[in-house]
């Protein structure tokens, strides 16, 4: 209407003027106004949604009586604010103000506006005055979305065949009518799910949900689904927003298919032949190839057959038989796995892998077979043992015979030899030496050695480097005398201290001793390392103390101390060696020193830790509840370093490192990540079996250059410093570099199948194995070699460049060789010849070795087992996934440490042993089922922290590493839980086990981690 009307005023004023009809007022207009106007707008420039103050001021030369209207005009015309004020006198040359308030709508159209003015006869019968532009303002985008959506989904983790309820919620801050477009994208980005709500009215502020539902296919991609939203005109005639992340959730396999097999025979000899068959099924019809393959104790694969084009039908299992006839001299001793695995008929796709669908035992005779009897087990100084050695040969020969004794550091202390033995074939014959130690021989574990040579040496048959052990009780007592240079010294003088030792045996020693402040407080210490004691001949050690000039008065202590050399055992300690007093020193106790030799970036006790995620069930609520002083929290780094969905982007700016840290700082643990990225990474082999994905991707420079760039930016976050406006860190964090691919690259230079074309040659050399470091076009590590070891050395060199705060691990698998200690029941294993060969390898890849100028690895991480041992024998079907306690069958603990202990010696670097499992066989809470499954090496740990520190164990971390498995908070929801107790003879050789106690916590493991690191803190194993 008004529009008309000013369509109406302007009409009619131009026909008044025309026919001079105008009031005489108006009609003076040419020569001078008789009303004039004008409008100031604050401010010049508003928000659609702000508001702007408009004061039109209005003069008129006469005295009069009209209306007003001051109104808004967008840029395209459209009036959009109406005011209108009646009755306005005027007196002659009067001016009044009128002030408006217009606030602009959240979709007004932008640009720039109008305020217009008009004045009126009383009776709208007279036009007096136009002012078509009495002012203008600009109107820009609105501060908020007009449009936002965002969305749920009914479950975080869903399986395949699953039904998903999607629930997208709108809210649109103006009136709309619009399309609303929820849709559903699989891990590869295609497109699974849409449903579109057409002409859906919405009011200014309104908020509505929208939910569809639909059911996952039976083979429905596994990973991570995204929910996406969009909003359109009515008719989708524009795009008003849209969200490209709006949820996401997780699909895991349905287990679509299982694949078994059963062996004709659990045991053969060399030379004999065995069936195995498959037995495959399927959910749904499906032609499939069928692969079967079976592989020795090394993991070559010795006989293999394939059935393609196979069809099985939904509910139907099919048998597949492979038969074998094994070699009586090539076929090696030990387990062999038989291995299935189901790939679509254009091998575009592998359905499922089982690597353990059934084992069998091919047993030889060996060349020859030693063992010993020792008696008694224990004994002292001045009593003897008597060591009985038995030797069989499978061939009639006539040998040297060489027994030997060890003492704990591999020291020999008795060596006797048998010449010209002649052995008949397959029978054992035996021989019989004794030693007795003499007064003051080092206590501790011997072992006995026996080898077999050709007649007068030169050639080694056989070597059998632990065949028995005894243990040598052997108390040898110290006594000390400590001297100072004078009862009282001024603060800021030198005092001189003399220690003399003595022993009543003969020993090697490492000489200790350090000064308390009066508070307590350690204030100095000194040493000295590698020193004879020998019977009656007592030692002196001197050394000179600079008192500070800060150090606080009073009476000082001198304390003593005697260590086995290089730290590690305390054979004997003092409290009150001497006593002295400083004068004139601070009021203020001295600053205590550090505690000395040991790291100070590691605690100076063996450390325990678990898996702690950042959330209620870890790092901000169970830990701390637990009471427990944790000294390490990890968490595993992954996703993949070009995938969208790795760690980088679990928070902005790749901020989750860093507030992880921060939170396991506060709670006073040191920070462990597991970095594992490179078998999450796309390349150009996603569909292949994970070594060879994991060497495709090591090889890739495009995968290779993010993936350096996500470490660096890893390293950013944890550093001490602030890069790209975040602040790092700064504290002790360990990162756990890529568990399994050091495993893989060794089984890549020893054998030529093993490495699909990525290596140069065959030896035990990593720098036979390729890589792209300096093809990957990061400049950090362009100087570095495209080798397995010149990946290493550019990891270590970022970590110099960046965060030298941050501790790097390098992982040893015990399976390195492609002998798997942890599963072999071979009992002439050579753990510790294997540990050597695979710390020679860590070694020249980084541990030991690196270029001039860059570090090497901090620490060394071993895995036992990524599963409970329960999990693995009762739903996987491995017969010998638990260790023997007893450690008298195989496998059992003390090889396992055999191993290490190889490790640990061939690199000289501290060992953390990490994702451990956390069953155990003490709470009736551990039934074997679903997250309650047993297991015997936790409770095998914290009984032996001393035998394990001994081997070079610095921190034990337990965490589960599959989701089916024991944890340590209650993941599975059930609360207290004891069932009905279990008595097994698993893990032991000995009776059996029962785990009869009751528990009172909600822990999946019974509380066990927590009430045994617990008691374990109350007096916590020092190891230096």
């Known amino acids: ?38 409008a100031t707008i604050e401010p010049g420039s508003v928000a659609a949604g702000e508001s702007v103050d408009i004061a039109a001021e209005v003069t008129s030369q006469v005295t009069n009586t009209m209306i007003v209207w001051v109104d808004v005009f967008d840029w395209i015309g459209r009036q959009v604010h109406h005011t209108e004020h009646k009755g306005q006198s005027f007196a002659a040359g009067e001016t009044k103000t009128y002030d408006v308030a217009y606030t602009p709508a959240l979709d007004a159209l932008k640009g720039d506006y109008t305020v217009r003015v008009l004045l009126f006869s009383e009776t709208m019968g007279a036009l007096y005055h136009w002012n078509g532009e009495a002012g203008k303002f600009r109107v820009t985008e609105p501060v908020g979305p007009l449009h936002l959506s965002t969305a749920a989904v009914s479950t975080n983790t869903a399986v395949a065949g699953d039904t998903v309820t999607v629930t997208a919620t709108v809210k649109s801050a103006v009136a709309k009518t619009m399309l609303v477009d929820v849709e559903v994208y699989d891990s590869v980005g295609r497109r699974v799910h849409q449903e579109m709500m057409d002409n859906q009215v919405f009011e200014a502020g309104e908020t509505k949900d929208y939910s569809t539902a639909f059911t996952l296919p039976l083979d429905a991609l596994k990973g991570t689904y995204t929910v996406k939203v969009g909003l359109f005109g009515a008719g989708m005639s524009t795009m008003l927003d849209w969200n490209n992340s709006a949820a996401q959730f997780t699909v895991t396999d349905r287990n679509l298919y299982t694949a078994t097999a059963t062996v004709s025979a659990a045991k053969i000899l060399a030379g004999e032949t065995v069936t195995a068959t498959a037995e495959v099924s399927s959910l749904v019809d499906r032609e499939m190839n069928v692969v079967v393959g079976l592989y020795d104790p090394y993991g070559q694969q010795v006989q293999e057959r394939r059935f393609d084009g ?3 039908l939904a509910g139907v299992p099919r048998q597949f038989p492979v038969t074998w006839a094994s070699h009586e001299d090539d076929s090696p001793k030990g387990d062999y796995q038989v291995r299935i695995s189901l790939h679509a008929t254009d091998r575009a796709h592998m359905y499922l892998a089982n690597n353990e669908a059934a084992t069998f035992y091919v047993d030889r005779i060996d060349p020859y077979v030693a063992s010993a009897t020792v008696a008694p087990a224990v004994i002292r100084p001045g009593e003897t043992v008597q060591v009985v050695a038995s030797v069989r040969a499978k061939e009639t020969v006539d040998a040297l015979i060489d027994i ?31 030693w007795t130690p003499t007064a003051g021989v080092q206590g501790g574990e011997y072992t006995v050695k026996i080898g077999v040579f050709n007649p007068g040496w030169g050639i080694l048959y056989f070597w059998q480097d632990i065949a028995a052990t005894f243990t040598v009780d052997s108390p040898v007592e110290y006594s ?10 001024q603060a800021g003088e030198t005092i001189d201290i003399a220690a003399t ?13 350090e000064v308390r402040n009066p508070s307590g407080a350690r204030v100095y210490y000194d040493f000295i390392d590698n020193q004879h004691l ?23 202590k001198v304390r003593l101390g005697v260590f086995n050399p290089g730290w590690g055992i305390l054979y004997w300690w003092e409290n009150d060696g001497a006593e002295f007093v400083v004068e004139g020193g601070a009021e203020k106790p001295d600053e205590p020193l550090p505690p000395p030799p040991q790291d100070p970036r590691l605690p100076a006790h063996l450390g325990i830790g678990l898996a702690a995620y950042p959330s209620q069930n870890g790092l901000t609520g169970w830990m701390p509840e637990s009471g427990v002083p944790w000294d390490y929290a990890y968490q595993y780094l992954a996703g993949g370093v070009n995938t969208g969905g790795g760690w980088a982007h679990w928070n902005r700016n790749g901020t989750f490192a860093s507030n992880y840290a921060k939170l396991a700082g506060e709670q006073g643990a040191i920070p462990v990540f597991t970095y594992y990225q490179m078998l999450h990474s796309y390349g150009d082999c996603d569909y292949c079996e994970e070594p060879r994905r994991d060497l495709a991707n090591l090889n890739n420079p495009q995968v290779m250059e993010q993936y350096f760039q996500d470490f660096i930016l890893l390293l950013k976050r944890l550093s001490a410093e602030t890069y790209d406006g975040v602040e790092g860190y700064g504290g002790t964090a360990i990162i756990h570099v890529e568990p399994d691919l050091s495993g893989y690259a060794q089984h890549a230079v020893m054998r030529a199948d093993r490495c699909f074309g990525y290596c140069d040659g065959v030896g035990h050399d990593p720098s036979l194995l390729r890589a792209a470091v300096a093809n990957s076009g990061v400049p950090e590590v362009a100087d570095f070699p495209n080798t397995w070891q010149g990946f290493n050395w550019a990891l270590l060199h970022l970590r110099d460049l960046y965060a030298p705060n941050v501790l790097l691990g390098f992982h040893v698998s015990g399976w ?15 753990a510790w010849a294997i540990g050597e060969e695979i710390g020679a390898f860590a070694g020249a890849s980084g541990v030991t070795d690196s270029p001039e100028g860059v570090s090497t690895y901090d620490l060394i991480f071993n895995d036992v087992a990524d599963r409970d041992a329960g999990f693995y024998k009762y739903v996987l079907g491995r017969q010998h996934a638990f260790w023997d306690k007893t450690n008298q069958s195989f496998p059992n603990f003390h090889r396992w440490e055999e191993f290490l202990s190889g490790v640990v010696q061939t690199v000289q670097k501290p060992a953390v042993i990490w994702q451990i499992p956390l069953g155990n066989q003490y709470f009736a809470t551990m039934n074997n089922t679903h997250r309650h499954y047993q297991d015997n090496r936790a409770e095998y740990f914290f009984d032996h922290i001393e035998e394990l520190a001994k081997v070079g164990i610095v921190g034990l971390l337990f965490g589960s590493g599959d989701d ?20 097994t003879t698993d893990g032991t050789s000995e009776g059996q086990v029962c785990n009869d106690h009751l528990s009172a916590y909600p822990d999946d493991d019974g509380g066990y981690l927590r009430m045994r690191a617990g008691e374990y803190y109350l007096d916590p194993y020092l190891l230096r």
């Open 1 to 38: 209407m008004r529009e008309r009307l000013y369509q109406y005023a302007r009409v009619l004023m131009v026909c008044l003027l025309l026919l001079g009809l105008l009031p005489a007022g108006q009609a003076r207009a040419a020569e001078a106004p008789t009303y004039a106007s004008r």
């Open 310 to 312: 196979e069809m099985v």
């Open 404 to 434: 030997e004794i060890y003492d704990e550091r591999n020291h020999r202390v008795l060596q006797e030899v048998f010449d010209n033995q002649h052995l008949e074939a397959m029978t054992p014959q035996e021989w019989s030496v004794s």
């Open 480 to 489: 000390a005398d400590v001297t100072v240079s004078a009862g009282t010294v």
């Open 501 to 513: 030792f003595a022993s009543e045996g003969a020993v090697d020693v490492l000489l200790y001793a």
């Open 534 to 556: 020998a019977p009656g001949q007592p030692v002196t050690f001197p050394t000179t103390w600079a008192v500070p000039r800060s150090a606080a008065s009073g009476t000082y």
């Open 816 to 830: 390195g060789t492609m002998q798997d200690v942890g599963g072999s029941t071979d009992p002439y294993m050579n």
């Open 964 to 983: 089916n498995n024991s944890t340590h908070f209650d993941s599975r929801g059930d609360g207290v839980f004891n069932a009905e107790p279990i008595c």
